[in-house]
């Protein structure tokens, strides 16, 4: 009985995301076979190695600068309420957001950009 050599078998597939290789397809291109691709669906195969890295410290490096900046125009925004709130200021309902001056609106669109 003859069997075939190791360049002539499928080469197994690791996920949905591979074709029918054989071995010697992958060693006469495995550049085009390999890489990024094929290891993201090995890693994808199962849920044992579905391992990424979190990058925790760069997150909240992220989100306390985020939180710097968020304070930072809360502390406008407080400051612009004052401001129109006063006895002398022109006469604004600050009831509705309808009737905001443009200074405060660019502010919130700001603040909405950043939160979200």
């Known amino acids: 009985m003859a069997t075939a050599s190791s360049s ?16 010697s397809d992958i060693d006469d291109k495995g550049w085009k076979y390999t890489g990024y691709r094929q290891f993201s669906c090995f890693i994808a195969s199962s849920p044992d190695f579905f391992l990424v890295r979190r990058f925790d410290v760069l997150n ?4 306390l600068n985020l939180q710097d900046q968020l304070s930072e125009l809360e502390e406008r925004l407080e400051a612009l309420d004052i401001l129109y ?10 009831g509705t957001f309808r009737d905001e001056l ?12 950043k939160l979200l």
């Open 102 to 113: 443009p200074d405060c609106a660019t502010l919130l669109a700001k603040i909405q950009s």
């Open 60 to 63: 909240a490096r992220v989100a």
């Open 85 to 94: 709130s006063r006895k002398e200021a022109q006469d604004v309902n600050n």
């Open 8 to 23: 002539d078998r499928p080469f197994r597939k690791l996920s949905s995301c591979s074709q029918d290789l054989t071995y």
